[in-house]
């Protein structure tokens, strides 16, 4: 199932070409992606399987990536057999099912990784799953090389949250403030940040899973809150996309609708990218 026909090298071109080409003003989650995605496929025996856990204020690109991530791993990509998405309010709303849900998760990822190893599983709204679904996939994540005769170890698990993503952002405001550019923002500058917003966060989902204790996470991607000027570039992406061309005066009077805070000055869209396509269909 792994479509092994791009090869390493170029499995790490593609993904690059489209994160560059598609994914506007994240520079740090485009950095660690790519590590991680190559050193993984590099890594021919792999201890565990690959766990990312993608931070970030609402519409800045977790689900975007996380497509991106998987066309490039299996070319039909959310659409593939071995391209799963799980998330919360959808798939494990009530609390009084959790044990059928964990039984019937446990199922679903023990035949999917038997049919195929290199399956890929994104878990959407990390921040409101019950902590007992995430215990159901611990056993998964470990350094296990098997588990009842199945190895984990060449799965890919993704998580996504917006856990943390009001101190990426008050990071990045603070960049801002200081007349520092965005793109100089570092992952060591988050880092301390992470680490009390989700980390330390009884709240944060994955604190009270006990994933992080144990080591279990592999790389934490933050997502910086998106500025005017990106919003304007996901316009003209969309545009594209919809084989029109582009009109900047549209382009502006769209990204002009969102609304952008703080309050005085207006710098981040609340909303990131995500309703741009809907506020498209109006002009
Ligand atoms: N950084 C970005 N670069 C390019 N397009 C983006 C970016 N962020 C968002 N978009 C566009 O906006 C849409 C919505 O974003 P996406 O669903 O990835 O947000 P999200 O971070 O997962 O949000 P949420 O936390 O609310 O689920 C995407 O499908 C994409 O078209």
Known sequence: CYTSALGKQGLRRSLKLDLEQKLFGQHLATEVILKALTGFKNNRNPKKPLTLSLHGWAGTGKNFVSQIV???LHPKGLKSNFVHLFVSTLHFPHEQKIKLYQEQLQKWI?????????????????????PGIIDAIK????????????SYCKAIFIFLSNAG?????????????AGRKREDIQLKDLEPVL????????????WRSGLIDRNLIDYFVPF???????????VRAEMRA???????DIVTRVAEEMTFFPKDEKIYSDKGCKTVQSRL???
């Open 281 to 283: 269909d109006f002009h």
């Open 242 to 248: 919809r084989g029109a061309a582009v009109d900047e």
């Open 139 to 150: 056993p998964f994540l470990d350094y296990y090389e098997q588990v009842d005769g199945v």
């Open 165 to 177: 993503g009001d101190l990426i952002t008050k990071t990045a405001l603070d960049f801002w403030r």
């Open 195 to 206: 680490s009390v917003g989700v980390f330390n966060n009884k709240h944060s989902g994955l």
């Open 110 to 130: 023990r035949g999917n990784v038997s049919a195929c190893a290199s399956s890929v599983f994104i878990f959407d709204e990390m921040d409101k799953l019950h």
């Open 224 to 234: 910086l809150p998106l500025e005017y000027r990106h919003v304007k570039m996901c």
């Open 70 to 72: 998987a066309e490039n």
